[in-house]
């Protein structure tokens, strides 16, 4: 996919319009988790290494009501990514009108300026009117009249249509190109979609198979394997006649699951023993079984011999994507098939591999082998969107080289 990239864009003395996702933790003002903002970070001194002028669009949570706002400004992230540049960041209180304009009109060139949160435009005088979210267009042409060039590099909202992204894009007289971080996404999985390195293995994991259906059967016909773990695992558990127990089960989507077996004959792996529990608590009695589950146990994570057979099917991989938990991950006595799939991925130095989701994201983290793996997608769902072959708007809005 040749997409313009902001290396590709002439940035001196330009006011550059660039769409992050700086969807962050605050608690009592203070930011939390900043990777978020870190990631963005190359793009940003690019911009203003080489002259342009800087102005941040990004949403924070969701607003649906006027109270919502105080709790939801980017003021505190403002502050944090002026302690990272280590120089001023201007925040603007507002999202249009002439406050905003002046403080555009007064920077110059290696400035950065902060807009208060896009979501604010969800609601007017008090009334849930979507305009960032629903794309409304005055707001994305109003938005791409302050600046002259526009970079998206925020892939966690790619999946969507809103103003601050597919507007802004659409109603630039400028070019819209990548930043480096949606560069990196679109190669990635880009590449593990289309043209992936042999043998090629998926592993899917997560509550329910209907949030995974577009992915494991635009998958079935590019993977060479596919796993299947967490809770979805029990509704194919149940499609082939293995009894469940009290595991979750998506009981209107077991004819689907049985058509999905039908088409991937031996591709589609799923676990052959799981750690199951007498109630849905950290602390409830386990035991590890084979095959059938008895009523009143439910399966909560996957077992040994299932981490021992999803390595070995993994082990010569030359590209690995993995989305979604194989257990109950917040609950430390089921995270352990997860952590285990989370800690070999880091094995695979010969592979290109690749995590999105937060659960999987979170367990490379906490094993600290996330620097050996080759990406961490920084969009749950957009990297799904991605996954199930589908267009994504933020990236189809960007200029094509």
């Known amino acids: 996919m040749a997409k313009l990239t902001v290396e590709d864009l002439p940035l001196e003395g330009k006011k550059v319009l660039m769409r992050v996702d700086f969807n962050v933790p605050i608690k009592d ?15 940003i001194k690019y911009v203003i290494d080489h002259g342009g002028r800087a102005i941040l669009f990004s949403h924070l949570g969701r607003i649906k009501k006027e ?5 939801l400004s ?13 120089k001023p960041v201007t925040f603007v209180p507002v999202t249009e009108g002439k406050q ?7 920077m110059k060139n290696g400035d950065v300026l902060l807009v208060q ?12 009117v979507k305009r960032e979210s629903g794309n409304d267009p005055e707001l994305g042409k109003y938005w791409a009249s302050l600046g002259d060039v526009f970079v998206n590099d925020a892939f966690g909202t790619a999946h969507r249509k809103h103003a601050s992204n597919v ?6 007289p400028g070019k819209a190109a990548a930043g480096y971080l949606m560069e990196k996404e679109i190669k990635f999985l880009g590449d593990a979609v289309d043209n992936p390195e042999r043998p090629f293995g998926a592993i899917l994991g997560g509550a329910k198979v209907s949030d995974k259906i577009g992915v494991i059967d635009n998958l079935l016909d590019k993977a060479d394997k596919i796993i299947i773990g967490g809770g979805m695992a029990y509704t194919f558990y149940a499609a082939k006649g293995i009894k469940v127990g009290n595991s979750l089960v998506e009981k209107d989507k077991i004819d689907v699951a049985k058509q999905i077996l039908d088409k991937a004959g031996d591709k ?16 409830a009695d386990t035991k590890v079984v084979e095959g059938d589950i008895d009523n009143g146990w439910m399966a909560l994570d996957i077992g040994p011999k299932s981490v021992e057979e999803f390595k070995n099917v993994l082990k010569d991989a030359k590209t690995v994507v993995w989305n979604g938990p194989m257990g109950v991950f917040e609950m430390p006595n089921f995270a352990k098939g997860t952590l285990e799939i989370g800690k070999f991925l880091g094995t695979l130095t010969d592979a290109t591999t690749i995590v999105g989701g937060g659960d999987s994201t979170a367990a490379v983290k906490e094993l600290g082998v996330a620097d050996k793996l080759t990406h961490i997608s920084t969009g749950g769902g957009a990297s799904l969107t991605y996954l199930e072959g589908n267009e994504l708007p933020g990236i189809a809005a960007i200029s094509d080289k």
């Open 100 to 106: 905003l304009e002046d403080a555009i009109d007064n």
């Open 29 to 43: 003002g203070v930011v939390g988790d900043d990777n978020r903002i870190v990631a963005a970070l190359p793009t």
């Open 167 to 172: 507007g802004i894009a659409t109603n630039m």
């Open 67 to 71: 109270e919502d706002k105080p709790g």
């Open 268 to 283: 589609l792996v799923l676990p052959i023993d799981n750690v199951v529990a007498d109630k849905f608590n950290n602390d």
């Open 74 to 86: 980017l003021r505190p992230v403002a502050e944090r990514l002026s302690n990272l540049l280590n």
């Open 117 to 128: 949160n896009t979501r604010y435009e969800d609601v007017k005088d008090g009334e849930y």
